[in-house]
């Protein structure tokens, strides 16, 4: 096997059970806030904590690959990432669950590392498809929805080796154990002479490129495919709970129908992204996430019409029953997807020598989404009353990202092709195509937009 593939099926299981530790509270929360009591707003800020955690992180986790290598810092992180993990299991109150939350969110900031480590490793015409199989790793999103249910119900009550409790309390144990052999492996099987991108380029020179407003709007582009993605996974069994009155287990097997898709099409977004092109694969993912989202939000109901003798009728029932909505949600699922991995295609094509920092503030960006938007789903909700509202906000985003990237399409073709404005559908009459100026670039537009 060699170095590249090596590099890339380690860091892959890496940032798998690193994403399954980072989002564990989805299901973890459920029982916890039966245990302590807490109220939905105050569990929303346990997710959100270690959310945040796992994305402030991202830009200097990213420079810091490209400086002094990813293996190295990959394996800091699973051993930095195993102790709080381990202390979770020892949480008695709401204010120590939320300190060990915010820590054990630390591992959401190995995908920043795992960008950079393949980057460096793998030829630019190869980076959108294994850029996707690493990203895939936001399938271990789904690993607690599994284990975590039956596992609960299954040990509930029991005491094991050094007093370990059964229950709730048993899966953070199995992830310190797990993170802690992983990073293990990582030191024995990948390449000892790493691959350094970045290791000769001054600090400055690395975070120049954050000052471009591209970046800025690819970042806005991530909170929408992947901060948002974040925020479903550990809102929707919640969601499953009290709106469908499903039961925990049920509820973590369907959110695995949103999560599966969106993690593991990934690779085909990068393979998307390099065939056809990155723009292309957006225009396709904002397009189904505005008309799926944009179904979801209608709340269930009825118009009422009151006429002038007094009478009272109803008119346009809605109702979204289970079936259908997890049908949609699963769409929604593909195309964030498709959309995560086009996003990450554009940054090795726009700026090779600082993947590590541009990955890391466009993944932090995402992330910070995902740490927004789960308290901004529960607050909607206690003021508008309706479970749906969370979907009315994933539209709005969407909406604004769509708006976004269009109009900078139609300005950067303009600014190509200045004589094309006012001819949309027919050719400009006697208009012959110029040949391309002296030392104008070969590069297709879609590269540049």
Known sequence: MSGRTRVLVLSSLAFTVMFAVWLMFGILGIPIQKELGLSDVELAWVSAVAVLNGSLWRLPAGMLADRVGGRKVMVAMLLATAVPALLVSRATSYGML????????????SFS?????????????????????????????????????????????????FGIEGGWRLVPVIYAVLLVLLALLTMGLTPRHDRVAGAETPLPEMLRPLRQLRVWRFGLYYVAVFGAY??????????????????LGTAALLTATFIFPASLLRPFG???????????????TFAVMLVVSGILMMPNGHL?????????????????????????????????????????????????????????????????????????????????GFPSSTFFVLFLLTLGCFGWMHVTVVSMLHA???????????????????APPVGATNQPVEARA
């Open 416 to 434: 190509e092709s200045p004589q094309l404005t006012d001819h949309f559908e027919q050719p400009i009459p006697g208009h012959i195509p110029d």
């Open 270 to 284: 990068g393979w998307v992204s390099d065939r056809f092109g990155a723009r292309r694969a957006m225009y396709l």
């Open 304 to 384: 009422v019409i009151e006429h002038a003798d007094g009478r009272e009728t109803e008119h346009l029932a809605y109702a979204l029953g289970l079936v259908p909505f997890v049908a949609l949600v699963f769409v929604l699922g593909c195309a964030m997807g498709i959309g995560k991995a086009a996003v990450y295609k554009h940054i090795p094509e726009y700026f090779p020598g600082s993947v590590g920092a541009v990955g890391g503030l466009v993944g932090m960006l995402g992330g910070l989404g995902g740490f927004f938007l789960p308290p901004l789903f529960a607050y909607t909700k206690a003021w508008s």
């Open 98 to 109: 939320l300190l060990l939350a915010f820590l054990v969110g630390f591992a959401g900031n």
């Open 230 to 247: 974040v925020a479903l996974s550990a809102w929707l069994p919640k969601y499953y709970v009290d709106t469908f009155g499903v039961s």
């Open 113 to 161: 590392v795992g960008v950079a480590w393949n980057s460096a490793w793998t030829p630019r015409e190869h980076q959108g498809l294994a850029l996707g199989v690493f990203g895939a790793g936001n399938v271990g999103a789904s690993v607690t929805k599994f284990i975590g249910p039956p596992l609960i119900a299954g040990t509930a009550g029991a005491t094991y080796v």
